[in-house]
């Protein structure tokens, strides 16, 4: 079993970046399909973005393509989010997991708060 840690989050003005990053334990982590997605109060939990094992595959969710990047590095055990051109509907509280393969669970990080003040 994996367990994660999120951190970077913050407040931050509209059109600014932040960088959230996630720490994974174990010695498997590169066993696992990582990613990141978001809640904002009152709405369901929104896909944000996702990186294969290797991390030559990513994939993002429709709102957020072409400003925000993953990447991954499997000797350090952790996955981050480059968040560019940030929107205040960007505002969110952001969770990274972690995943084995689409028939397994998702492992998730325990949240961290993203504000974008516009």
């Known amino acids: 079993q994996v367990q994660l840690v999120d951190s970077g989050g913050g407040l931050v003005q509209a059109g600014g970046s932040l960088r959230l990053s996630c720490a994974a334990s174990?010695?498997?982590?590169?066993?696992?399909?990582m990613g990141w997605f978001r809640q904002a109060p009152g709405k369901e939990r929104e896909f944000v973005a996702a990186?294969?094992?290797?991390?030559?595959?990513?994939h993002y969710g429709d709102s957020v393509k072409g400003r925000f990047t993953i990447s991954r590095d499997n000797a350090k055990n952790t996955v981050d989010l480059q968040m560019n051109s940030l929107r205040s509907e960007d505002t969110a509280v952001y969770y990274c997991?972690?995943?084995?393969?689409?028939?397994?669970?998702?492992?998730w990080g325990q949240g961290t708060q993203v504000t974008v003040s516009s």
């Open positions: 997991y972690a995943r084995p393969g689409v028939r397994f669970r998702r492992y």
């Open positions: 990186i294969s094992r290797s991390g030559s595959m990513t």
């Open positions: 174990g010695r498997t982590f590169s066993k696992y399909a």
